[in-house]
């Protein structure tokens, strides 16, 4: 990219030469001023994404202890077999993984549509509900623990409570049953979900313009088909980043599972499997850095898909 | 909240995390590269902080108990040290959770002179990476000052001294006395004598034997416990070290032992934390707990405080009750502090009952290493405990610490809480994943 920068100011000057000063007008400053404008952007993406991404994928094929540079073994595709293989919170992970994913796409995404639906009817008090349905958003990791506590404790919780079965032996342990707590960490995410899809969509419900929605009427297009045969597909640009930050946030998913019991006992997730293996004691630099590999490879299939089909068409259209 | 900074560390689930710890992690990785050529150089010679030449008159010291209590403790024994020296000791205070995970880097970069750590596999490690200096001269002079458990728990696998142990904590059986006198209980000697108090409780409607295993860490002191009970303290240290296979009866046999246990434990442990278990022994609602005795912690009230006693795992099928877990903290000296001999009279001052005297003087939650050190303020409870730890033949320091923590952390933590929920265990997993872990190291 850098070199790119450097190159084309001056190909571009020989080829508008004889078109009269507007290039030339390019002056020495202004070259550096531009170098460094993407130069620097460049460079930063270089350093913090780029290489440690490709590093991240080469310790993926390596043993090391995280020591000495010595210590870095070269190991094969070994680290993939062991995770495939010997891993046994690995297949768990993704299966909890896809089920994120079917959960936000099926129920949290299409509430947050709903809940923008509503308050985009001028009734009274939106900016209140607005506020309220947005809060989890912005909400810190330590806190959310604690709201989610308060409803799942299962001596003190407030749904337990609700069932009657509160101090009983027939209390459900939302957060300890492995069975049930997967479904009590998806409810959490959609709540934060939901309240981040609805901003989003009401922005762009606001950026209809209202003469569409006054033709349909005209045509005798009652308020469901109005939506969606008019309005909906008129918001294709925010339909496709909902449902990129749908797909990325069922991948990345792990600040919920994170602070209920770090991930393990039915709560797995790749993400935090990365954790486990690359931060702190438990470190295994090798199966870390494969296992955050898998999960960017399967990150890169759908968001490659669905930009490459969003701006194809735009270029089409 | 000064006790055990591991339990707390780990309690605290809930702590401080965000995303950019995250990037800063895969990041690292970059960063461990760029950087690793210079900071070699820093090792090689003298490094910059602290002096490093000998009969230099000023100390570094990386504390990790960055809890107010153990920090003052710290403080108090530093400046007696100065007074009594005059050497000057300077302390960099690390959160710990920081401190331990990024020893890895701290010990590569120039690490202070003297540090906090504890025993075990861990300090075995670093020492047979030559990132630790031996001490064998600083026993020579404080060796006297500790029991023969105490020495071979300093010991590196080179049988070379490398720990300087200041305080410890058992792990046991906790109780209230008054439940106990008002419905007869008495305490076992024996694993029988255990199940059949565990099955006198629960006719007695009580959670025989409390347990919590929500935060992984907890379940394996009944692991450790069983382990060395049945197949002798030796096998267990071979076994956390890997040494011996995971693939074998004796291990399954351990679960098999405890399976006998498990429907007298409290069987929402999964869903609980050590704190939720604490409050069902204050409530007298469960019979007994094996924890650390940081669980006293949890006991404000004077009257529950004082309730409380202990007994040491009982008797199964080897060694008697020889063997006890109890964590030891203390100091290890840096390959760059192994070159001021102020450090190391620092270390030996620390391992004196003196040392460990003003120590205990501003943090008496733990139980002091040293054999002279003064019990006179110690609780009934506490001189208890500190008997039992005198008297143990062998220290094991809890599987975190005895193992990899790789293994602990990521193999351990989701076999026990499956094994926790129904049952069973794959003990031929459980050796392919060790395997490949201690491979990596």
């Known amino acids: ?317 | 909240m000064t006790m055990h900074e591991d339990a707390l560390r780990r309690a605290s689930s809930q702590g401080g995390w965000d995303r950019r710890t995250l990037l800063k992690t895969f990041g690292a990785g970059a960063l461990a590269i760029a950087g690793v050529p210079s900071l070699a150089a820093c090792t090689g010679g003298s490094g910059p902080s602290g002096g490093a030449s000998s009969g230099s008159k000023t100390v570094s010291f990386g504390s990790g108990s960055s809890d107010e209590v153990p920090k003052n403790a710290y403080k108090a024994v530093t400046d007696a040290f100065t007074k009594k020296s005059g050497v000057t000791v300077n302390t960099n205070v690390v959160p710990h959770n920081d401190f331990q995970n990024k020893i890895n880097t701290y010990l590569q970069g120039s690490p202070d002179d003297t540090f906090t750590w504890f025993a075990g596999y861990r300090m075995q490690y670093y020492a047979g990476k030559g990132l630790l200096a031996p001490i064998d001269d600083v026993w020579e002079k404080i060796g006297g000052n500790y029991s023969e458990a105490m020495k071979k728990a300093s010991t590196g696998a080179d049988g070379k001294m490398y720990f300087v142990p200041n305080y410890n904590y058992p792990w046991g059986f906790f109780y209230r006395k008054s439940l106990w006198t008002e419905k007869g209980y008495e305490v076992p000697a024996t694993f029988d004598a255990l199940t059949a108090l565990a099955k006198k409780m629960q006719a007695d409607g009580l959670i025989p034997i409390e347990f919590a295993d929500k935060d992984g860490w907890p379940a394996m002191g009944t692991f450790d416990y069983l382990n060395m009970r049945l197949n002798g303290y030796q096998f267990h240290m071979d076994l956390t070290a890997h040494k011996e296979s995971w693939d074998q009866k004796k291990v399954s046999d351990v679960f098999d032992t405890w399976k006998a246990l498990l429907p007298f434990q409290n069987p929402n442990a999964l869903g609980m934390t050590w704190q939720d278990s604490a409050k069902n022994l204050e409530n007298k609602k469960s019979g007994m707990y094996l924890l650390g005795s940081f669980l006293t912690q949890q006991y404000t009230d004077k009257t529950v405080a004082d309730d409380i006693d202990f007994f040491p795992f009982p008797e199964l099928a080897m060694e008697g009750r020889d063997a006890v877990e109890a964590p030891i903290d203390g100091l290890l000296l840096s390959k760059k502090g192994g070159e001021n001999q102020s450090a190391r009279d620092f270390l030996a001052y620390l391992g004196t009952p003196e040392g460990q005297d003003v120590y205990a003087s501003v943090d008496g939650s733990n139980i002091a290493a040293a054999k002279g050190a003064d019990t006179s303020k110690f609780s009934p409870l506490s001189k208890k405990m500190a008997d039992v730890i005198a008297n143990a033949k062998s220290i094991s320091q809890f599987f975190d610490r005895d193992a990899l923590p790789a293994m602990a952390n990521n193999v351990m933590i989701p076999a026990l809480q499956s094994f926790i929920k129904d049952g069973s265990v794959d003990v031929k997993n459980l050796e392919a994943q060790a395997k490949s872990l201690y491979a990596a190291q």
């Open chain 1, 1 to 317: 990219m850098s070199t790119l920068s450097k190159t084309s100011p001056r190909g571009a000057r020989r080829t508008a030469a004889p078109r009269a000063g507007r290039v030339r007008r390019l002056s020495r400053r202004d070259k550096w001023v531009l170098s460094l404008m993407v130069g620097l952007p460049t460079l930063i993406q270089l350093v913090l994404v780029w290489i440690p991404t490709l590093l991240s994928a080469a310790l993926s094929f390596t043993r090391w202890n995280g020591l000495s540079l010595d210590d870095i073994k070269p190991a094969g595709l070994s680290n993939y077999q062991f995770i495939a293989e010997n891993y046994p919170p690995f297949w768990p992970a993704v299966q909890h993984n896809v089920l994120w994913l079917v959960f936000l796409a099926v129920i949290a995404t299409p509430l947050g549509l709903l809940l923008a639906i509503l308050l985009d009817q001028n009734i009274r008090g939106t900016k209140i509900y607005q506020s309220i349905f947005f809060t989890p958003v912005m909400l810190s990791l330590a806190l959310i623990g604690v709201i989610w506590q308060l409803f799942y404790n299962r001596d003190s919780g407030l749904l337990n409570f609700l069932l009657g079965t509160a101090g009983t032996p027939h209390a459900v342990d939302w957060f300890g049953d492995s069975g049930v707590n997967i479904w009590a960490a998806l409810i959490a995410a959609t709540w934060r979900h939901a309240g981040y899809v609805m901003i989003l969509y009401l922005a762009g419900l606001k950026g209809v313009d209202p003469t569409l929605r006054e033709a349909a009427q005209i045509d005798g297009a009652n308020a469901v088909q109005t939506f969606f045969r008019v309005i909906f597909p008129a918001m294709r640009p925010v339909n496709v980043i909902i449902i990129v930050i749908t797909v990325i946030e069922s991948l990345r998913a792990f600040d919920i599972v994170y602070v209920i019991n770090r991930g393990t006992n039915g709560l797995e997730l790749i993400s935090a499997l990365v954790i486990q293996n690359l931060v702190g004691e438990g470190q295994v630099i090798g199966v870390g850095s494969a296992l955050a590999v898998i999960l960017l490879v399967i990150s890169l299939v759908p968001i490659t898909f669905y930009l490459s089909r969003a701006f194809g068409k735009d270029k089409e259209a």
